[in-house]
């Protein structure tokens, strides 16, 4: 039995690894590069091989030697990777604008070309390489399994197979099977958790940040990898403009001048990833991006660990990724998921404790730079927390005075190396009313003078200052009762004909006859756990909604006493936990408290959202909190509580615990139904439907209609794919020489959905066919689309 | 690398797997956030450890994969789960869409053609054999004017161009065409010009 091992890397300067290595190492590399080369300009394309060495040569590749340079020397290995990929994707984003605006000057036409980017590539790589040699460093992230104990070994293979089964049981679902599969992978996710806490003190970090990235790649590929085609909301428009820059081999404002064609992050990037690696268009969002954001938790649990021990930091992870969001939403959220990465890796960046003052702030500025180019909204929500943050600390120090009677050791040095420079994980200096005046200088030069994308921000802040109206509801979607967003939709259906000719719309006297009654969201079948459970009385359905509710409100209290908890230990210590950062807890905080009152903003944003971004910060609060709460029964007891409390709530948001009760509202992640599947699944048929509508002569000389989410029926035909087209197909609005699309819903149920734009509700309701077949043609139809005009 | 003989200090109880969740003022950036600085972290007792017993981890692995492959040559059943966990399954449909549906004809002069053109496309995941009805009428029974049978390859379209000769007893003439088989159908509405006062699309 070996009780040792040598550390986890070694530091210093190269001269360690032998030469042999490195030049057989370099050779290797060398003709790699040469083979992704050749498989671009021949147009050769490799089902698996152009895929897996086109994300190596584009990410992994530059990525690796950055990594292992000397940039970021000293940093700890979660930091070096998350700097080493949010740089190269920056820089792919920076280098693929410079020469969309460079090459057509010299006759290029089409810039984003495979042929362009792969010269980028080139350039990007030997750079780096040229870099690494002149900046050595003898970390290398080498995989010794000798090094391995048993508990971690476990560990990783249990990680691993969670990412194997979320893959098989997506795959599963969208041929028409059962959610069985991603069941038994979330259920070893959560013993997964367990047994991460139970061994933590034989498990080494890097190890720990392993498994965090498996069990986030399988929770997000388990519902990224749902359908064949794009599924889920914002994605929608995500793929429109990335299919906009790739279609036209360039990325212009004027091909579709909205907010989302100026992030970068799903305009350049995809289609610089695409263009080498060659997948089926859509997977580079399915899957690729998610091996990127899969990051972001491993990234969130090194800023908590500055702060707070490996406990509480597990648990923050485990709260950071067992919120709905973060596996219902952020695998259709790239922009988001990219500009999330940014901001963790500048917030780890600004509290370096080995990096100068100087370099921290760059560094910062530098990462704002890229979450503001790659999601406005991230960035906006960023800009409002250090604002927020900034204006507490100056009010905090009116309660918070340093105790300068008794000086005491500092508690940070305690532990520093012995023999080298310290390390204080600091953010002082950091915030301040320089960084707010620089980020808005970003904002403003990228959001105004760049890409004059700003306008919605502005309208939205003029709307949430004059309308006056507040909610109070976090975690709600708001907008009334079904009956009333009828009415509303009727009323917009008689408001757009005001001053039009008539015939433009299909006749009032028809319309306002055609019944749509509301149709209530079924709910999943009972299991026979759940019959047996209600046979003895227990009232499945409300236990479920009862859990929902009591997850929600649980986090929020235990952000509020985790924060008065932390405040007053501050006080009485006389300095608060990371100095300034604790106030960025608070900006946070403050930000989702803005975006809960404020209705309109939360339309633009949505509290959930900006809540999973809270996370990032104040992850770690909601575990204090946990366990204050807790802290009359004994601070062991707590410590149990506070973790039984973080694993049960893993269990309700994942929704492993109702699945296996039933009763529910279905996840997309776990079944072929429920409210996202219907609103944002697309069947092949309506692909094909989408592809013969796109393919149409004229097809864009009359509205196209449909249910909502109206983005996902966007013609991506080259011959006709321009911005956001399509419009509610409500039988009121309907138009009388527009092109109506009744998807797989109205053929297998004849529901359709609708979006109420001024309470921003959508309701669900029976289509009235009929209707449509007695004043449209049925155009095309293939059983499970029909296309109306 | 030094070797230190020390006993394995893996968790006994629950106080002791929970001792990290200590949370104390004096703690606050105690530790590297990782092992930075080539430094493994202090708290957690890494440097000893038992390591795996590869040779059960192999034995496991490959019994696993004997019992799998058993299974799948058994099992239709694992067979069949298999498939749709590792690929696509093709979803076969048949589309029937006008060729160019925007420029339909609206107006016919009763006794004239019209020209319809149609495209049937086989995604069946075979070859099938289409037959197709056009057929027109002014109410809810239409009659059958021409028909035709094509057999298309699996993955392949077919483009029909006729022109029919509606009969139609009223102003508003419904022109469809279906594929019987398949339960589908495409149709448009023309209006005879000379018969007014009829509802129109």
């Known amino acids: 039995m070996n009780y040792s091992r040598p550390a986890p890397v070694a530091s210093g300067k190269s001269g360690a690894a032998p030469i042999a290595g490195r030049v057989f190492g370099a050779f290797v590399t060398l003709v790699l590069a040469l083979v992704v080369n050749f498989m671009v300009f021949a147009s050769v394309d490799l089902p698996v091989a152009r895929p897996v060495l086109g994300f190596w040569f584009m990410v992994v590749l530059p990525a690796y030697l950055l990594y292992t340079s000397s940039a970021w020397r000293r940093c700890g290995l979660q930091e070096r990777v998350g700097y080493s990929v949010c740089l190269v994707l920056l820089i792919l984003m920076a280098s693929g604008l410079v020469i969309n605006e460079v090459l057509p000057l010299g006759g290029v036409q089409r810039p984003l070309a495979p042929g362009p980017i792969?010269?980028?590539?080139?350039?990007?790589?030997?750079?780096?390489?040229?870099?690494?040699?002149?900046?050595?460093?003898?970390?290398?992230?080498?995989?010794?399994?000798?090094?391995?104990?048993?508990?971690?070994?476990?560990?990783?293979?249990?990680?691993?197979?969670?990412?194997?089964?979320?893959?098989?049981?997506?795959?599963?679902?969208?041929?028409?099977?059962?959610?069985?599969?991603?069941?038994?992978?979330?259920?070893?996710?959560?013993?997964?958790?367990?047994?991460?806490?139970?061994?933590?003190?034989?498990?080494?970090?890097?190890?720990?940040?392993?498994?965090?990235?498996?069990?986030?790649?399988?929770?997000?590929?388990?519902?990224?990898?749902?359908?064949?085609?794009?599924?889920?909301?914002?994605?929608?428009?995500?793929?429109?403009?990335?299919?906009?820059?790739?279609?036209?081999?360039?990325?212009?404002?004027?091909?579709?001048?909205?907010?989302?064609?100026?992030?970068l992050s799903i305009t350049i990037l995809p289609t610089e990833l695409a263009q080498i690696i060659n997948v089926d268009n859509p997977y580079v969002y399915k899957l690729f991006f998610q091996l990127l954001f899969a990051l972001c938790p491993v990234l969130v649990y090194a800023l908590a660990r500055r702060y707070f021990n490996r406990g509480v930091s597990t648990l923050a992870v485990a709260y950071f990724v067992g919120f709905p969001t973060f596996f219902t939403d952020m695998p259709f959220l790239n922009r988001q998921e990219i500009a999330l990465l940014f901001v963790t890796v500048g917030l780890l960046a600004a509290t370096n404790p080995v990096w100068s003052f100087r370099r921290r702030q760059v560094s910062l500025g530098i990462?704002?730079?890229?979450?503001?180019?790659?999601?406005?909204?991230?960035?906006?929500?960023?800009?409002?927390?250090?604002?927020?943050?900034?204006?507490?600390?100056?009010?905090?120090?009116?309660?918070?005075?340093?105790?300068?009677?008794?000086?005491?050791?500092?508690?940070?040095?305690?532990?520093?190396?012995?023999?080298?420079?310290?390390?204080?994980?600091?953010?002082?200096?950091?915030?301040?009313?320089?960084?707010?005046?620089?980020?808005?200088?970003?904002?403003?030069?990228?959001g105004t003078l760049a890409t004059k994308t700003t306008g919605a921000v502005v309208s939205t802040a003029e709307q949430a200052i004059t309308s006056g109206s507040i909610s109070i509801t976090a975690f709600d979607s708001g907008g009334g009762s079904d009956a009333s967003v009828q009415a509303a939709l009727v009323k917009d259906g008689l408001q757009a004909r005001v001053g039009v000719p008539s015939g433009t719309f299909l006749p009032w006297s028809a319309v306002s006859k055609a019944a749509a009654p509301i149709v209530d969201v079924p709910l999943t079948p009972l299991t026979a756990i759940g019959r047996d459970l209600k046979s003895l009385g227990l009232p499945v359905s409300t236990l479920n909604s009862l859990a929902r509710s009591l997850v929600a409100y649980s986090e929020e209290l235990f952000l509020a006493i985790g924060l008065v908890r932390l405040f007053l230990a501050g006080r009485r210590e006389g300095r608060l936990v990371g100095g300034q950062f604790f106030w960025l807890p608070v900006g946070i905080t403050g930000m989702v408290v803005v975006i809960t009152v404020v209705p309109s903003i939360a339309v633009d944003y949505g509290v959930?959202?900006?809540?999973?971004?809270?996370?990032?910060?104040?992850?770690?609060?909601?575990?204090?909190?946990?366990?204050?709460?807790?802290?009359?029964?004994?601070?062991?007891?707590?410590r149990i509580a506070a973790c039984a409390v973080c694993l049960g709530m893993f269990l309700f948001t994942s929704t492993l615990v109702p699945q296996i009760l039933g009763n529910n509202l279905a996840e997309l992640n776990l079944n072929n139904s429920g409210n996202y599947y219907n609103l944002y699944y697309t069947t092949p048929q309506e692909a094909s439907g989408i592809a013969w509508l796109g393919a149409q002569p004229a097809v864009l000389n009359y509205p196209i209609q449909a249910s909502f989410d109206p983005r996902r029926w966007e013609p991506m035909d080259p011959s006709s794919i321009v911005g956001e087209r399509v419009i509610d197909e409500y039988p009121t609005l309907v138009y009388q020489d527009g092109w109506v699309i009744l998807g797989s819903m109205v053929a297998k149920s004849g529901v359709s959905f609708a979006l109420e734009p001024t309470s921003d509700a959508v309701v669900e309701y029976k289509y009235p066919t009929e209707l449509l077949n007695n004043y449209k043609n049925l155009v095309y139809t293939n059983g499970g689309t029909a296309i109306y005009k | 690398m030094p070797q230190q003989e020390k006993k394995h200090s893996g968790v006994e109880s629950p106080a002791e797997i929970l001792r990290w969740l200590v949370v104390r003022a004096e703690e606050h950036g105690r530790r590297p956030s990782s092992s930075g600085d080539g430094q493994p972290d202090e708290d957690a007792e890494v440097s000893q450890y038992e390591p795996p017993r590869w040779d059960f981890w192999l034995l496991g692995t490959g019994l696993l994969a004997i019992a799998l492959a058993a299974a799948s040559f058994l099992s239709p059943w694992v067979r069949h789960e298999w498939s749709l966990s590792w690929q696509r399954q093709p979803t076969p449909y048949t589309q029937l869409g006008f060729t160019s549906a925007a420029s339909l004809p609206t107006t016919g002069v009763p006794g004239k053609g019209i020209p319809v053109s149609f495209t049937i496309t086989n995604?069946?995941?075979?070859?099938?054999?289409?037959?197709?009805?056009?057929?027109?009428?002014?109410?809810?029974?239409?009659?059958?004017?021409?028909?035709?049978t094509t057999v298309i390859a699996a993955g392949h379209s077919f483009g029909v161009g006729i022109v029919v000769v509606p009969k139609c007893a009223a102003a508003s003439c419904r022109v469809q065409v279906s594929l019987p088989e398949q339960a589908e159908s495409i149709d448009f509405l023309l209006t005879y010009p000379a018969q007014s006062g009829k509802k129109t699309k």
């Not at chain 1, 498996?214 to 794009?230: A, C, E, H, K, N």
């Not at chain 1, 532990?415 to 707010?436: C, D, N, Q």
């Not at chain 1, 609060?621 to 007891?637: D, L, Q």
Request: proline share 3%.
């Open chain 1, 118 to 263: 792969i010269i980028v590539g080139d350039l990007i790589n030997l750079s780096l390489y040229v870099y690494r040699i002149r900046h050595p460093d003898t970390i290398r992230p080498r995989i010794n399994f000798a090094e391995f104990s048993k508990e971690e070994f476990r560990l990783l293979v249990a990680a691993a197979l969670t990412v194997a089964l979320a893959i098989f049981g997506a795959n599963n679902l969208n041929n028409g099977g059962s959610g069985t599969i991603t069941l038994i992978a979330l259920a070893i996710m959560a013993l997964i958790g367990v047994l991460s806490v139970r061994w933590l003190r034989v498990t080494r970090e890097t190890v720990m940040s392993a498994v965090i990235y498996l069990v986030s790649l399988g929770l997000l590929l388990s519902t990224s990898l749902r359908g064949w085609s794009v599924t889920g909301h914002d994605i929608q428009q995500e793929y429109l403009v990335f299919q906009l820059t790739q279609v036209h081999g360039r990325w212009s404002m004027a091909y579709f001048h909205d907010a989302y064609n100026a992030c």
């Open chain 1, 367 to 446: 990462a704002g730079l890229g979450a503001e180019v790659s999601h406005y909204s991230t960035m906006y929500v960023f800009v409002g927390t250090l604002v927020i943050a900034l204006l507490f600390s100056y009010v905090g120090r009116l309660f918070i005075k340093p105790n300068r009677g008794e000086p005491k050791p500092d508690p940070t040095m305690r532990y520093a190396r012995r023999g080298g420079r310290r390390w204080v994980p600091t953010f002082k200096g950091s915030l301040s009313i320089g960084l707010v005046i620089a980020f808005i200088g970003i904002v403003f030069a990228w």
């Open chain 1, 608 to 638: 959930l959202r900006a809540f999973q971004q809270g996370l990032v910060f104040f992850g770690p609060v909601i575990v204090i909190g946990s366990m204050t709460v807790f802290a009359p029964i004994g601070k062991n007891r707590a």
């Open chain 2, 123 to 148: 995604d069946e995941g075979r070859q099938v054999s289409y037959r197709y009805v056009v057929a027109s009428g002014s109410g809810t029974t239409l009659t059958a004017i021409t028909s035709g």
